[in-house]
Structures are given as structure tokens and as C-alpha cells.
């Protein structure tokens, strides 16, 4: 596509519940990356995809969150039992040579946990 | 230490002025840097890069690297009020596998 599509564009979602965040990156980059924002806070590192594997983990919180990547495209990020301090800003971000050139950012999903 | 670190701010300027945002990082092995911009409820913008020691300029941005003192700014000349945002700096590591960000400086540009 022409951009990164992420979805939805917001998320509320009651404390407890699992929800997914899907991101389609511009077609042909290898390296797709989520991030998360918390409220005035900066961004956040939670795992890197080269491909379908995921090189890079070390950035996710806790064992509620997962990710995978499949087909060297689309790549889904699983929040389960949801908790309060999981409301931020989900931003998946897309490049054609890892971090070399920098990344394309999606518009993002905002998640609130209720 | 944080890796990448930036000026909070706000940092106020008169329209026409040079707004300067400064960034330093702490890995002496970084290879790219860039400034990203994200204006409030938005997502972050690419709006330069550079590799290598001096200065790159593009239209009135200008992008500053000095890796001996691995330090990273960006002037922004005549600024307008439309460049009011959130600059984040954004250093690759771990061996060029993903960007590292600062907290962002936040600029305001008062008419």
C-alpha cells in the first residue's frame, strides 16, 4: 500500500478483555516495528520483525503481549487481560532496510483500557 | 544515562526566527540519525536524516552531526507557526536494527 494502515484507529476496551492491533506495512519492507506512546511519554520500543521472525523482542512489557507477523506483511500485536496501564498510543512503523533509512510510521491505534 | 536524550522544553520562538533542537546520544557506534516531527494527536514524521560528520540542508531545515561529541541538532530558519510540534531525535543501534528515540523537545512558534 502506500502507507503504513494500521487498525483500528481506536480501541476501548474493558480491564481483563484481550484485544488485537493489526498493522499492514508499505508493501515490499522486510522490517515492520511497533511502538507504544503513552500519554505525553516518548516512544517506546516493543519488538522488531525482520521478515516473519522477530529478531528483537526485548522491548515487550510483559508475557500479556504478543506479536507475530505472517506472510512478510501483516503483522498482529495481542494485548491479553488488558490492564489500565496498557492505554497508550500503538504505533507500527515499517522501513525497507532495518533502521538504515528510518521507518514510516502508521497513524496508529489508541487504545483505552476502562 | 539515557540513550538518546533532548531539551523537554517548550522551546518558544518568534515567528522568522532560527529555532535550534539539540539531541545527544551514547552509543560511539551509531550510524544514522534522524529528527522526526509529530505534530499533537499525530503520528511521527521523517523529516531528515544524516550520516556523516557537518551539516545537510533541506529547504530550511538543517541537520547537524558531530559524532566525536556525538551530538545531533537541527536549526530550523524563518520558522512559521505551522512547525509548532513535538521534535523527536531518533539515533539506529543495535547494530542498525531499530531507532532509538529521545523524549522530543517541544517547539512553539509564536506570530
Known amino acids: 500500500g502506500a502507507g503504513v494502515s494500521q487498525s483500528p484507529s481506536n480501541k476501548v476496551t474493558e480491564k481483563g478483555k484481550d484485544v488485537e492491533l493489526r498493522c499492514d506495512p508499505i508493501s515490499g519492507h522486510t522490517a515492520l516495528y511497533w511502538y507504544r506512546q503513552s500519554l505525553g511519554q516518548g516512544l517506546e520500543f516493543l519488538i522488531y520483525?525482520?521478515?516473519?521472525?522477530?529478531?528483537?523482542k526485548s522491548g515487550l512489557p510483559s508475557d500479556r503481549f504478543s506479536a507475530e507477523r505472517t506472510g512478510g506483511s501483516v503483522s498482529t500485536l495481542t494485548i491479553q487481560r488488558t490492564q489500565q496501564e496498557d492505554s497508550a498510543v500503538y504505533l507500527c512503523a515499517s522501513s525497507f532496510d532495518r533502521a538504515t533509512y528510518g521507518y514510516t510510521f502508521g497513524s496508529g491505534t489508541r487504545l483505552t483500557v476502562v | 544515562q539515557k540513550e538518546v536524550e533532548q531539551n523537554s522544553g517548550p522551546l518558544s520562538v518568534p515567528e522568522g526566527a532560527i529555532a535550534s533542537l539539540n539531541c545527544t546520544y551514547s552509543d560511539r557506534g551509531s550510524q544514522s540519525f534522524f529528527w522526526y516531527r509529530q505534530y499533537s494527536g499525530k503520528s511521527p514524521e521523517l523529516i531528515m536524516s544524516?550520516?556523516?560528520?557537518g551539516d545537510k540542508e533541506d529547504g530550511r531545515f538543517t541537520a547537524q552531526l558531530n559524532k566525536a561529541s556525538q551530538y545531533v541538532s537541527l536549526l530550523i530558519r524563518d520558522s512559521q507557526p505551522s512547525d509548532s510540534a513535538t521534535y523527536l531525535c531518533a539515533v539506529s543501534m543495535e547494530y542498525g536494527n531499530k531507532l532509538v528515540f529521545g523524549a522530543g523537545t517541544i517547539l512553539r512558534v509564536k506570530s
Open positions: 544524516i550520516y556523516s560528520n
Open positions: 520483525f525482520q521478515g516473519n521472525s522477530a529478531p528483537d
